[in-house]
Each structure stands twice: as C-alpha cells, then as structure tokens.
C-alpha cells in the first residue's frame, strides 16, 4: 500500500445525489504528491484506551516524567494525557485517551446563539465587544439561561482592510483585540492614556447600523497603544507570556509586520516571508516592544474572556481552517498543504460546488508532529468554555482538497485520522470538562453519525430542516431553529429575507422556503395573533424548549425580531455586509425589550412539567 493511498485519496465519490464521480486523473496525482507520492508513512503515536489489552509490555515516561511499565491491561495506574513510549524502534508518542468525550449526565440546558461584534451596546465603539457579551451573560442568567453559542473569537489581523468573516480567522490559535473593551484594559483611568476623544469617536460609530472593522480598529489600537504607553506591565503577564512559548511569539511578530505590510504574508518582501528566517528574527529584536504589545492584546483577551464565561457558560465555536496569507500559515507553512484550498462538491443548491479559500491541514505533517497542532487548537477553544461547537465536523473524517486556482469540481476527497483526531479530541474535552458540539448538517455519511454517538458527541438539529416535531428531537444534540447562514424567523415569517437575497440577485428555492416556513407554522402559529413575528418567534423557541435535546438555543437576532441574517453564503461585501450588521437597536434596548423577556421565559428549561423538570441538578459540564 503506498503511502498517498494509506491516506485515503478517493479517485471516485458520490454526490448529493448519489452519482458516481471520479475525480480528474490529474487532481489525483497532485494530491498524491502533496501527501508525499510513495515515501514511507511517518511513524504514527501509538494510541490507547483504559480497558485495553496489551500484546506485550509497554515502558512509557509521562509527560509528568515518570517512568512507568504496562503489562496486560492499561489500567487506572496509567493516566490519561500524552506520553513517550520505548519501543523496539524507538521513541514514539503515545496518547492515552478516554476515547469518549465530556458529557454529564442529565445534561438539559436552555441558551442563546450570539454574533457577539452585532450585539453593541450604548457603551461599545461600533462594534459589540466581549463586556457587552458579559452583560448579556448577566441579564439571560437572570432569567434561565445556562450557556451562550458564541461567533468564533479566532483572531483576524487589524490592519485594513480587516476580514469581517469569523470563519476565516488568521489564526485559530489566538483572538482579536476588536473585541476588547478598551475602558476595562488596566491602566485605561491612567492620565497619559487621555480616551475620552477615543471613546467619542468610537461610540460614534454605533450611528451606522453597517460595521466598520477598519475604523474600529484605527480607534482601538491607538487608544490600546496609549494605554500601553501609560501603565507599567500587568503582574502575571510576562509569566503568562512565556508559558505560551513560540506559538505567541511568532503570531505577535506575524501582526507587527502585518500593521506595515498587509494581512497577506505571502504579498510581502520575500525575506520576510519565512517565519523562521533571518528577516523575521530581526523583527523581532528591532520591535520588540511592538511584538510585546500584540502579545500583550492576547493576555488581555484572555483576561477578558474570562470575565465574560464567569457571566454565563460559553460554547464556543472552532472554524474549519484559516487565511491561506494568514498567521497560522505563515507560522507553520509545512503543515499545511498549500497548493490545495477546502471546499465542497457540487450539490442541489450550489452548482458549481464551493471553494472555502482556506488550506487544508496536511494530515502526513499532522501525524508526524503527534497531532501537537490540533492539540493547541483545541485547548485554544476549550479555554473558559463548558463546550466546543466544531464546525463541519466532516473535516474530522474527509475534506474535499481543490487545486489552487481550478474549478471546485476538479476536487479530490482525502480522508483524515479520523479515529486518532478523535481520540485526541475526546482527550481534551475530558481535559477541559467541557462538551462537544459537531456540526453536521447537510449531507453526512452515516458513519459519522455513528462514530460522533459513540465518541459522546452531540449533532446538531434545526427545526428549519426537521420534519420530526421537537418532541422527536434526538437528545443528544444541539438544537436550534435557525443559524446564522438561513433566514432568522422574522426573516423567514415576513418574506423579508426572501426580498432582500432576491434583489441582490442570489437564486431563491421557494418549494424549499415553503416546507421551511411549513415546518414553523407546525409548531408556531396558531392563527389569528399567533401568525404575528413575535408570537412565532416565541411559540418556536418554546417548542424546542420542550424537546428532549441536551441543549437548545435561540439566536439574538431572534429576540431582536431582526429580519436580516448574519450571512448570505455565495455573496461578496459589494453586494452584501455579511458578518458585518449589527442588531436594529443597542444591546441594552434589545433585552428590555417585551419580545426579549418573552423568549428568555420560552427557553427556560427549569420549570415544573418541562423536558428538564425531572433532571436533578442539570449541570454546565
């Protein structure tokens, strides 16, 4: 077996339709090649489970440095986590997993979906920030609620024009400063830090219901240098900074020549262009106190993040990749197979197929590495969270690789580790306490499915998609109404969100929205007043309150009888401001809101006779 094959390059899929495709001959071999032609597989950790038998006996130093001898059965004495093991050929990784992921018993809990950047309030400086998402947290847990859904936080590099997109982060390994709240940063009440102009110009901005990235970021950063400028170092941050180690040190070096060359590396100077050459290295000694601050900005939304998850639990959400000119490539470029970008065949809806612009993990270098990349991913999302939400939770089993540059129906289906990333997954959702949530919506292979119910993961459910009623719903799952890629339902209910993707020329499925808003009337309307946007909104999210599913959430566009999307798929900032509209009105107006009190009642899963009534003590994980 060669190694390209080991891999599992499919020459030949199947569509949504159930068509036999083969793949071009030549997009084939250049997969091939990229995952190395025929050389030899580098060696894999070895991988094992409490309960499992050995063949022989196993010396392993853990990764707490004790030396250790296994025989027969890997038992309580040998702990979970990653270890070296001493084997006739060597040294080789070996990660002790509890194969299964976090899940409490009994776990029933009622909560929110938040774009945290929409949701500004009167305080923000035009763009929703992580005080308002701890402000949010207070009010919902106040009234029932257990966890907030959040937008990925993942960073996206501040220099104009910045990516408004959160599923398109130049890292997944650290977060954007946009989402600071500047007045709260340690040394903001200092003389020399001088915000009141600051803040005037900033809030000024929540004038424009349009999101301006660039202008907030010319703000923040001024004012955040300021600070910077004013206020001695914060104690524990230089300790906190070193037990970060290279991955830090190269994302901060990445955002200094970013601010002076642009957020694409790879238009940068050449010498520039490696992150461990000569030129970088200079970098980072003639402005260290540059780097210093961009290192500072991730303590700083570290600490705030924190105060944020104290407020009310957080799920947060992982993207499938990052920027192909971004920090995490640029930071590790071998890792990444950078002739190819991710995306999805052609289907019923998008004809053509869709090419995502981001580079796939190579799963060779993955392995090779003992998955330490995907380790430091997810300890990145697990931090302050009760749950991780990984989108296209596919990408764990098979992604779709396009060439650079070709039509996307030229792609190759390469098959990953799934049963080791998995393994690897479960070990830090046990790690972190925290569940998993596993987007898998569309077309799934039932062995997915399967894999993700015996690895304790959740599914995800939408009544947009569903013919069953909630009550039906399956348990292990996160169900929601809606997301932020489909009509909100007072987009949905007032045809407004049908007009608006009409006139911008996007095609309409009207059999399709026509069993959508069916499915709505099912459970929502009940006629006469019930048809209004309020009371359906209401009656939906009090339906799925009522399902059996471990969690269910509603959208903050919802409380706000908001009748525009986050996101139209398909579209460009010419034609649409995708991620990039904040709620009609301040955060604090939405929840004093009839509507918001309503829905916060309808979601809560606490009261006599609910789904979760007889739970004791449902828990947060």
């Not at 999805?344 to 998955?371: C, H, I, K, M």
Request: aromatic share 6%; proline share 8%.
């Amino acid at each position: 077996m060669t190694h390209a094959r080991s891999w599992g390059v499919q020459a030949e899929y199947h569509d949504a339709a159930g068509r036999l495709v083969v793949a071009p001959a030549e997009s084939v071999a250049a997969v091939r090649a990229a995952l190395g032609g025929d050389d030899p597989d580098p060696p894999a950790p070895l991988f094992l489970h409490p309960g499992d038998t050995l063949d022989h006996p196993l010396e392993l130093v853990t990764e707490d440095g004790r030396s250790l001898l296994v025989e027969g059965t890997v038992g309580a004495d040998v702990p979970l986590g990653y270890h070296a093991a001493n084997t006739p050929g060597g040294p080789r990784h070996l990660v002790v997993s509890p194969r299964r992921c976090h899940l409490p018993e009994g776990l029933c809990l009622g909560g929110w979906a938040v774009q945290v950047y929409s949701g500004r309030s009167a305080a923000s400086w035009g763009i929703g920030d992580l005080a308002d998402l701890r402000s949010f947290g207070e009010w919902a847990a106040a009234r029932g609620a257990r966890f907030t859904l959040v937008n990925p936080l993942n960073a996206a590099v501040v220099t104009p024009p910045v990516e408004p997109s959160p599923y398109l982060p130049t890292s997944r390994r650290w977060r954007n400063p946009l989402y600071l709240r500047v007045e709260e940063v340690p040394g903001a009440t200092l003389p020399g830090a001088d915000l009141e102009r600051a803040a005037a110009a900033g809030r000024a901005l929540n004038g424009d219901r349009r999101i301006d990235r660039d202008a907030v970021a010319a703000i923040k950063l001024d004012a955040l240098r300021r600070i910077a400028a004013a206020a001695p170092l914060p104690e524990g941050f230089a300790a906190w900074r070193a037990a970060q180690g290279e991955d830090l040190e190269r994302f901060a070096t990445f955002s200094v020549i970013a601010a002076d060359h642009g957020a694409d590396f790879r238009a940068w100077p050449a010498e520039l262009q490696a992150s461990d050459g000569a030129a970088a290295a200079a970098v980072r000694v003639g402005a260290a106190a540059a780097v210093e601050f961009h290192a500072w900005l991730q303590w700083l939304l570290e600490q705030q993040l924190a105060h944020a998850a104290a407020a009310l639990p957080l799920v947060t959400d992982l993207p499938i990749g990052v920027d192909p000119g971004g920090a995490d490539v640029w930071a590790d470029p071998g890792l990444f197979a950078r002739d190819f970008s991710v995306g999805v065949p052609p289907d019923e809806f998008n004809t053509l197929g869709q090419d995502w612009a981001q580079p796939p993990w190579n799963p060779s270098q993955l392995r090779a590495r003992g998955y330490a990349p995907l380790v430091a991913v997810l300890r990145a999302g697990f931090a302050h969270a009760m749950g991780l939400r990984v989108d296209h939770v596919m990408g764990l089993f098979r992604l779709f690789w396009i060439p650079a540059g070709a039509d996307p129906r030229t792609g190759v289906y390469v098959r990953y580790p799934a049963a080791e990333m998995l393994d690897i997954l479960a070990l830090e959702s046990d790690r972190a306490g925290a569940v998993v949530v596993g987007e898998d919506l569309g077309t799934v292979e039932p062995a997915v499915r399967e894999e993700m119910a015996a690895r304790q993961m959740l599914g995800s459910v939408l009544l947009y998609f569903t013919d069953a009623d909630p009550s039906a719903f399956p348990r292990r799952a996160l169900s929601t109404v809606t997301t932020h890629d489909l009509p909100t339902v007072a987009g949905l209910w007032s045809g407004a969100d049908t007009a608006e993707v009409r006139s911008i020329g996007v095609p309409v499925n009207d059999a399709a929205l026509a069993e959508v808003r069916a499915r709505v009337a099912r459970v929502a309307a009940d006629g006469g007043d019930g048809d209004s946007v309020a009371t359906v909104i209401v009656n939906a999210h009090r339906a799925l309150a009522a399902s059996p599913s471990m969690l269910v959430a509603a959208a903050l566009e919802d409380a706000a009888a908001c009748v525009e999307r986050p996101n139209v798929p398909g579209t460009t900032a010419e034609l649409r401001p995708n991620w990039s509209q904040a709620l009609p009105l301040p955060l604090e107006q939405v929840l004093a809101s009839p509507l918001a009190e309503r829905l916060a009642q309808a979601l809560r899963r606490d009261q006599p006779g609910s789904a979760c009534a007889a739970v004791d003590g449902a828990g947060q994980g």
